[in-house]
């Protein structure tokens, strides 16, 4: 049996390495985790939330109807896509005025957004929801 390929668009290393951790603890098989974001070769899309929808916008440009249709992404098993659930309480202009411009124009979902807390799940939903929806996905 082939070991379990993860695809990982993540805000930063740390989050890397947590994920991969719970991962170890979740699969009763190993796996190969490649971080797709952030990218040592291309720093220009940034860490934490902003890079992960840059990363996800430019997905998004290339035409792709989904990851597992991406060329550039082949034979995959499992992709994850990591923003902390605080993104709910940033706007667009934190990342930067071009994509709070971009957010605009496309229609994206406004942002704040944060849903009282507990239970966190209110945001959590908001920002998945929003994040598929920026992105295409």
């Not at 890079?51 to 916008?57: K, M, S, T």
């Not at 309480?89 to 496309?106: F, G, H, L, N, W």
């Not at 944060?114 to 239970?119: R, Y």
Request: glycine share 8%.
């Amino acid at each position: 049996m082939s070991e379990l390929r993860v695809a990982l668009v993540a805000e930063g290393p740390t989050d890397a390495v947590v994920i991969e951790s719970a991962l170890k603890a979740l699969l009763p098989a190993p796996f190969i985790m490649t971080q797709l974001q952030p990218e040592p070769t291309y720093p220009e899309l940034g860490t934490g939330w902003g890079g992960v929808l840059r990363w996800c916008f430019e997905f998004a440009l290339r035409g792709n109807s989904s990851l597992e249709d991406d060329p550039t992404l082949p034979g995959f098993d499992l992709f994850i896509l990591h923003v902390d659930a605080d993104v709910a309480e940033y706007k667009y202009d934190d990342v930067s005025p071009e994509i709070a411009t971009i957010a605009r124009e496309c229609g994206w979902p406004a942002l704040p957004c944060s849903v009282q807390c507990p239970p966190p799940i209110g945001s959590v939903d908001v920002m998945s929801c929003g994040l598929v929806k920026c992105s295409g996905l």
